[in-house]
């Protein structure tokens, strides 16, 4: 298994478990996140134990290096967006017929929480997309020999 | 190729004729060099530029000077062969 395709399972994986704890916490059952969460790692691990081991050089190094920028810069965007969002929403609730849309003050360290969770999961995705991006620019997976 | 200041610059190499010179294959020279094929092929196809090390390494390898492995050519036209 590539250590793409490897990311992607881990990412899917995190949804999976994500979900799951959002559902246990809806429903105030934390077996279900307990179960879940355990069955994430089990999953994760057997696939960590399939990525084959490829040699590193300069130029996965390259590919890497450049994939963590990008997703760093990313990164960045997004919390500051997010950031801004919420504080403008703090500062002016939404207009009718909206008002009531906006979560209570006691779900919103929650939902908070649940963000903060999902965001990693969505940058494992992008650094995923990059890595595959760069190494297609640079030629990596490129199989020809002349 | 880069782009630097509007100015494209061109960075050749000529490993893939030293290759056929020395009857290696890609794999065979990463693993002299300690890289993997990809990354020659990358460095052959001009995809990719190599660090300085790994340059010096390439062109040691072949016994040549690293000017007759790589050329630097910012003008777009491609450096003629010496044989």
């Excluded at chain 1, 994500?18 to 934390?30: F, K, M, N, R, T």
């Excluded at chain 2, 050749?12 to 010179?21: D, E, F, G, Q």
């Excluded at chain 2, 002299?32 to 052959?44: C, D, P, Y």
Aim: glycine share 6%.
């Amino acid at each position: 298994m590539k250590k793409n395709i490897y990311f992607i399972i881990i990412g899917i994986v995190s949804i999976c478990v994500l979900g799951s704890v959002y559902i246990a916490s809806e429903i105030q059952s934390p077996d279900i996140a307990m179960i879940s969460f355990l069955i994430g790692v089990t999953l994760v691990y057997l696939s960590r134990r399939r990525v084959e081991e490829t040699i590193e050089d300069e130029l996965t190094h390259r590919i890497t290096e450049k994939a963590a920028l990008r997703t760093l810069q990313i990164a960045l965007v997004f919390t500051t967006a997010l950031a801004l969002g919420m504080i403008v929403f703090s500062i002016n609730p939404l207009p009718p017929p909206f008002e009531h849309h906006f979560p209570r003050p006691d779900r919103i360290i929650g939902n908070m929480g649940f963000t903060q969770l999902f965001l990693p999961v969505l940058l494992l995705f992008v650094y995923t997309g990059f890595r595959q991006y760069y190494a297609r620019k640079f030629g990596y997976s490129d199989t020809d020999e002349e | 190729m880069h782009e630097n200041s509007g100015i494209v610059i061109l960075m050749k190499n000529r490993i893939k004729v030293y290759r056929a010179l020395h009857d290696l294959s890609q794999e065979a020279l990463a693993q002299k060099v300690g890289v993997t094929r990809q990354t020659i092929l990358a460095i052959e196809k001009g995809r990719y530029d190599p660090s300085l090390l790994l340059a010096f390494k390439i062109s040691r390898f072949f016994g040549v000077s690293i000017e007759e492995v790589f050329l630097y050519d910012d003008d777009g036209i491609p450096p003629r062969l010496p044989f």
